[in-house]
């Protein structure tokens, strides 16, 4: 079976070129690396990889998450596929773990992610210094090592990822109705749970996660939130995103009641300025 990895990335051409840096050092390349470009300002170029590399142009506003992992699928040639957000850096033994763990289980398999500081992989990098620094997330263990069933699909994330290529298709990939930012991954969780596909956790080695600013909440991504907070309730019965919905009816940008939301006022600039925080999470 063959695996490809596939990432989509808008303007960040640095933590492209960690991403490649580790899929280089991989003690199982990858048989191609797919990369959707949403929009980069200049177009993303990469040299030469080592191993074959395909560049899928999306030219969509905002950050169409949903139809650029669908884009990135589709022009896929492998029986597995890998997803990795831009500014993740696989571990050395990533590929070959998940690959092992794909050909074992029909099933969607999430990798660890560690986060690394702001001073981290910002240039040369070794990856013993790396786990040396790295934090695990708070709220998401995984094991030491082998897999371990979540029955929590709303702990299934696209920050890394595993999935048959025929798992992938039967889903349907990506639900595009959710447009922009936000829930489209959860909704793919909650979608897998209804297919019975199990979601496992792959313990023993993943990706470091490379540092960047983030604004908490995340007031420019706003009106994608509400949007497609309607959306999965309406599929689902239950409000996603929950903390950060919180956050916005606190400031008063948002109202809840029941089964409805609504977009009470844009943030101004001083709100998101003050919303941005030092984090790689």
Same mark, same amino acid.
């Given at each position: 079976m063959t695996m490809s990895v596939?990432?989509?990335?808008?303007?960040?051409?640095?933590?492209?070129?960690?991403?490649?840096?580790?899929?280089?050092?991989?003690? $199982? *390349?990858p048989d191609e690396l797919v990369i959707v470009d949403m929009g980069s /300002?200049? @177009? $993303?170029?990469?040299?030469?990889?080592?191993? @074959?590399?395909?560049?899928v142009r999306l030219d969509q506003p905002g950050l169409p998450l949903a139809a650029a992992r669908n884009a990135a699928a589709q022009a896929a040639r492998g029986? +597995?596929?890998?997803?990795?957000? $831009?500014?993740?850096? @696989?571990?050395?033994?990533?590929?070959?773990? +998940?690959? *092992?763990?794909?050909?074992?289980?029909?099933?969607?398999?999430?990798? /660890?992610?560690?986060?690394?500081?702001?001073?981290?992989?910002?240039?040369?990098?070794?990856?013993?210094?790396?786990m040396q620094c790295a934090k695990p997330h708070p709220v998401r263990p995984f094991p030491a090592a082998g897999l371990?069933?979540?029955?929590?699909?709303?702990?299934?994330?696209?920050?890394?990822?595993?999935?048959?290529?025929e798992g992938f298709v039967e889903l349907g990939g990506f639900d595009e109705a959710f447009t922009g930012y936000g829930a489209e991954d959860t909704d793919f969780g909650f979608r897998a749970r209804e297919a019975a596909l199990p979601l496992l956790f792959l313990g023993g080695t993943g990706a470091f996660h490379q540092y960047h600013d983030v604004i908490d909440p995340p007031l420019q991504h706003l009106a994608d939130i509400v949007r497609n907070a309607r959306l999965f309730r309406q599929k689902w019965g239950i409000w996603p995103m929950e903390g950060w919905l919180a956050a916005f009816e606190m400031a008063r940008l948002i109202a809840r009641e029941g089964d409805t939301i609504s977009l009470v006022r844009m943030p101004t600039k001083l709100e998101v300025d003050a919303a941005r925080v030092i984090s790689s999470d």
């Open positions: 596939l990432t989509i990335v808008k303007n960040r051409p640095g933590h492209l070129a960690q991403l490649i840096e580790g899929l280089r050092r991989c003690e $199982v *390349q /300002e200049p @177009p $993303v170029a990469v040299e030469a990889t080592g191993f @074959p590399l395909h560049i029986d +597995m596929l890998l997803f990795l957000d $831009v500014d993740c850096i @696989p571990m050395r033994g990533l590929t070959a773990a +998940m690959a *092992q763990a794909l050909a074992q289980r029909d099933a969607l398999i999430c990798a /660890e992610a560690l986060y690394l500081g702001p001073k981290d992989a910002r240039g040369a990098w070794d990856e013993a210094a790396l371990r069933e979540e029955h929590n699909a709303g702990l299934f994330w696209s920050l890394i990822f595993g999935i048959r290529r």
